[in-house]
């Protein structure tokens, strides 16, 4: 087998550490009862209109939020 470059083994670590939030976010949010669907869409609406108070952005804080 060809070993992998440094720049890949980085590019892995982050992928794998952003997929862990992403799972941790997922079963947060399906521990509360909620719809991942619409905590997500929540979530990424806030964020492309502008919202930087990500702690109202978590999923205990979200039908909370202030920037919707």
Not at 7 to 16: E, L
């Amino acid at each position: 087998p060809k070993p992998s470059s440094a720049a890949s083994d980085v590019y892995k670590r982050q992928g794998a550490e952003i997929a862990a939030v992403y799972h941790s976010i997922i079963s947060t949010v399906k521990l509360q009862g909620r719809s991942t669907w619409d905590y997500l869409g929540k979530f990424f609406t806030g964020i492309l209109n502008g919202c930087r108070d990500f702690l109202s952005l978590a999923p205990q804080n979200i039908d909370l939020a202030v920037c919707q």
